[in-house]
């Protein structure tokens, strides 16, 4: 028989570590709430343009790390799996007319994404990411508001000491000649450049600046800034939103070769990295504005803005911090039976505590009532609710488990006295 196993660069995440993540989901659920960010879904694949278009076709994302759908015969489309959300997103603000919706419309989703990357510790084929995008507004307070945001999230994680680097690269009225004018700094030194970067120069020269190429360090420390070529009301916008950021005492450290991996930005631009993991290229998260986007996919010109926030690095930052692990929800009550057989009795009381909302588990198996115990024990149920001869007058024992207490309990009253004992004993051990 052959064995399989996940594919390469993809985890299964067993229920001891899905807890984690269940933690990170409902905070930045709860986060995007309270910032006024509504839910959105979008499908997991999409047209491979809108990939193309929206992302732009000389990335590493959409060259080399698209996961392309083989094209069915009956089908003219083709599709691919989402390399990021941000295009799908805009795909379906053009196609549902959000644009007649009040704005911004802000919207935010979390899901895995898909790139064909080389799988390595914090990059993975197979990702989750905590997305959210302001469409319709040109800023520059919307920006601020949103990496304040990005930052509270690591925050109310847990993990402390997350940088913001950020950068404004521009529009189409000053990148154009900034572009140029790196162009001609890099082809001065064409000799000094890896094969690579010889490559991207002719394609996208921008990407040069954020090459982690030990020689290339030296030659971007030295090339134009584009923070030195905007445009006055690039500038301006810029200056605004810094003056934003110190407003609601966000730090920031400026950083002119921040260029992010994705055609569509414009103007700001940041990213989130652990304190002295910068060089890594392992960044917690990252954003910017996309002020031409929604146009490029089909609808009028709109300004927008968003991150994404990796979730797989959040985890891994958190065990590195060490972080205790998040236990897994237990239950309140396993209901047991001296008699092996009495499966029904059994099903029968557990289906009432948990239709009363208690989480409860009955034992469905025909083991002794020692091992009944020994396996309530050892999910650290609070307590075991014994089925016995009792029975037959309404009436249960109730033992706790962590006291080591028994006592007997009118079956009609179990729900309330579960949830009873259960809600002082929580409040008396400090767990809420
Ligand atoms: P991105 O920088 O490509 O931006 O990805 C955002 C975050 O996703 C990264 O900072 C990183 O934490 C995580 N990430 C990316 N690739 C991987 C991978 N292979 N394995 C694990 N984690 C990964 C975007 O995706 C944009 N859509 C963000 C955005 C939203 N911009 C505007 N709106």
């Known amino acids: 028989m052959p064995t399989f196993k996940a594919p ?41 343009e809108v990939f193309e278009r929206g992302v732009g076709a000389v990335t590493d994302v959409v060259e080399k790390e698209l996961f392309r759908i083989a094209p069915r015969t009956e089908e003219s489309e083709s599709w691919a799996l989402r390399p990021e959300p941000t295009a799908g997103i805009v795909r379906a603000y053009v196609q549902h007319g959000m644009q007649t919706w009040p704005q911004p419309v802000r919207l935010t989703l979390r899901g895995p994404m898909f790139r064909y990357d080389r799988p390595q510790a914090g990059r993975y084929r197979q990702f989750w990411q905590f997305d959210v995008e302001a469409i319709g507004d040109p800023g520059p307070a919307v920006d601020a508001e949103l990496i304040e945001l990005g930052l509270r999230f690591y925050r109310e994680a847990g993990l402390d000491g997350v940088d913001v680097l950020l950068n404004s690269i521009g529009d189409a009225t000053c ?36 090459s982690k190429e030990p020689v290339m360090a030296e030659l971007n420390a030295l090339a134009p800034k584009i923070t030195e070529r905007l445009c006055e009301p690039c500038a301006g916008h810029f200056a605004a939103v810094r003056a934003h950021l110190d407003a609601v005492g966000v730090g920031f450290r400026l950083e002119p070769t921040l ?4 055609d569509y930005y414009t103007r700001t631009a940041f990213e989130f990295y652990r ?27 709109t300004p927008a803005i968003g991150f994404g926030i990796g979730l797989d690095r959040v985890i891994l930052a958190l065990e590195a911090s060490g972080a205790p692990q998040v236990p897994e929800p237990r239950p309140v009550a396993v209901v047991v039976g001296a008699d092996p057989a009495a499966t029904i009795e059994r099903l029968q009381v557990a289906t009432e505590l948990r239709a009363a909302g208690i989480a409860a588990r009955a034992e469905l198996g025909q ?11 050892r999910e650290h149920a609070h307590f075991a609710v014994i089925v016995g001869d009792e029975l037959a007058d309404g009436q249960v024992q109730l ?15 179990l729900p309330r006295e579960l949830a009873r004992a259960h809600a002082s004993h929580r409040h008396g051990v400090g767990e809420d």
Do not use: C, M
């Open 275 to 301: 304190r002295g993991a910068e060089g890594q290229q392992q960044a917690l998260g990252g954003g910017g504005r996309y002020d031409g986007l929604v146009e490029l996919l089909g609808g009028r010109p």
């Open 399 to 413: 033992k706790d488990l962590e006291a080591g207490t028994q006592r007997l309990v009118v079956l009609a009253d």
């Open 8 to 48: 390469r660069g993809t985890r299964d995440l067993l229920p001891p570590d899905r807890t984690g993540w269940s933690r990170l989901e409902r905070i930045a659920a709860d986060l995007a709430a309270r910032y006024g960010y509504r839910e959105i879904e979008t499908p997991l694949f999409e047209q491979t």
């Open 367 to 377: 083991r002794k009532l020692g091992k009944q115990l020994e396996a309530a024990a």
């Open 175 to 210: 990148r154009p000649a900034y572009v140029d004018e790196l162009s001609a700094y890099y082809r001065a030194h064409v000799d000094r450049l890896p094969a690579l970067e010889r490559d991207r120069l002719e394609r996208n020269p921008l990407r040069l600046l954020d």
């Open 259 to 262: 260029v992010r991996g994705l």
